[in-house]
């Protein structure tokens, strides 16, 4: 195998293993924030560039959630450098 693919080949693997561990590690954050009700409504979260979006199941958690926005996008934005947060309900 050529020099230059198997180099493109180990770095995406590299940006695979890394982009997992992140999502582990806003995973446990957002679980060590909110509370066990509460996370029993996310279903689901996204993470696109620097924006964590959490799908949950219904409005008022939903509402629950961005009462601790701040503090939440303070801890992520320290940890591992989300930038933004989102709320949404998960379309059933």
């Known amino acids: 195998m050529p020099q230059h693919i198997k180099k493109l080949i180990n770095d995406f ?10 999502k582990e590690k806003i995973t446990s954050l957002v679980e060590e924030l909110l509370d066990i009700n509460t996370r029993r409504h996310i279903k689901s979260y996204r993470v696109y560039k620097d924006t964590l979006t959490i799908y949950v199941d219904s409005s ?20 591992v450098g989300i930038t933004d947060l989102k709320v949404r309900l998960l379309k059933r």
Do not use: C, F
């Open 13 to 22: 693997v590299k940006d695979i293993k890394k982009g997992k561990k992140r």
């Open 60 to 79: 008022i958690w939903g509402y629950q959630i961005n009462l601790w926005k701040n503090k939440l996008l303070k801890k992520l934005e320290e940890e």
